[in-house]
């Protein structure tokens, strides 16, 4: 014989068990939430202007220095990462067309230009701190480097 609170009076058959009370959970649906805000192409264009920002002074400080023409050297060096960043942006877009030649070319014409402002920031970093070269150039291809994939990743969508 079954417990009284099992069995259905009806039939004699025995009915299941109440279930337990859940509360609804207040969470949204992620289709009912609010769209996630995403800061990449903040933490992109503050990380290109810094970046930037470094490595032009930190060219025009190389340049500088043997420039004979003092405010010339340091024009140059300040108008690098300006430049770098063009043949960057002028390359992507030659690719986009299909102009594959022209892209590469465009695209190693700012490499190479990369290198150089990653040999004058090191040595401008070594000359500010002290430091030996093989040290500062870490942080200069940091600078540099970080400059190019910030514009990239600011270019994202």
């Not at 009284?4 to 207040?26: E, I």
């Not at 289709?31 to 290109?48: E, F, I, N, Q, W």
């Not at 990653?118 to 070269?133: D, K, M, Q, Y």
Request: proline letters at 6%; hydrophobic letters at 50%.
């Amino acid at each position: 014989m079954q417990p009284l609170h099992l069995a259905d009076s009806h039939n004699g058959t025995a009915a299941k068990p109440p279930r337990p009370r859940t509360r609804k959970s207040s969470r949204l649906t992620p289709a009912a939430s609010s769209p996630r805000v995403d800061y990449l192409r903040t933490y992109a264009t503050a990380g290109v202007a810094l970046m930037a920002v470094l490595s032009a002074l930190l060219n025009a400080y190389a340049n500088g220095q043997h420039a004979t023409i003092a405010w010339a050297g340091w024009a140059m060096g300040l108008a690098v990462p300006a430049i770098v960043l063009t043949l960057g942006k002028v390359a992507g877009l030659l690719w986009k067309r299909r102009h594959r030649r022209q892209a590469y070319l465009t695209g190693g014409t700012g490499a190479g230009l990369l290198f150089l402002s990653v040999w004058h920031c090191a040595t401008s970093i070594a000359l500010l701190t002290g430091s030996p070269l093989l040290l500062a150039l870490p942080m200069a291809v940091a600078i540099d480097c970080g400059l190019v994939c910030c514009e990239v990743a600011a270019l994202v969508e």
